[in-house]
């Protein structure tokens, strides 16, 4: 495949699974053998793991929607960056649902082998979203 279609391969299964939460259509962009990256770290999590991710997500954020901002691609490799908006309506990080809309950027990078993303890893700004459910506070400015 060429970085055009990686590029739109990856946007398809943002917008048709992960912005719907139909992981029945997951094996048409996700390899059998993928594998996702956290702190350079590879966990080999299959079709199910990538599932779970998607149906985790939709648990915490129902109306989850990722819009795609922008996307570089270079040979097998895709790097989109999102604006991921939502409902806080499920226990995330431990912290009980706050019904607080959330928005937080995300930079995502995918590799896709035979039309088939096989590896994810990326960062999201978790600050923004945390402190828009009240799990972080400012401080009160310290008077001097």
Not at 74 to 86: L, Q
Not at 107 to 127: K, P, Q, W, Y
């Amino acid at each position: 495949m060429c970085t055009l279609e990686n590029k739109l391969l990856v946007r398809r299964y943002y917008e048709e699974v992960v912005n719907t939460g139909n992981v029945a259509e997951l094996d048409r962009f996700i390899a059998a053998d993928y594998v996702e990256v956290y702190n350079n770290v590879r966990y080999r999590v299959g079709l199910e793991g990538a599932k779970r991710h998607v149906i985790g997500g939709r648990e915490t954020y129902p109306d989850i929607h990722l819009t795609v901002e922008q996307q570089i691609a270079e040979g097998e490799w895709v790097v989109t960056r999102v604006t991921a908006r939502g409902t806080h309506k499920g226990v995330w990080m431990g912290m009980k649902p706050t019904g607080k809309k959330v928005e937080m950027v995300v930079v995502n990078i995918d590799r896709v082998v035979d039309g088939r993303i096989v590896e994810h890893g990326g960062a999201a700004n978790l600050l923004e979203p945390l402190m828009a459910i009240g799990a972080i506070k400012v401080a009160e400015p310290v008077e001097g």
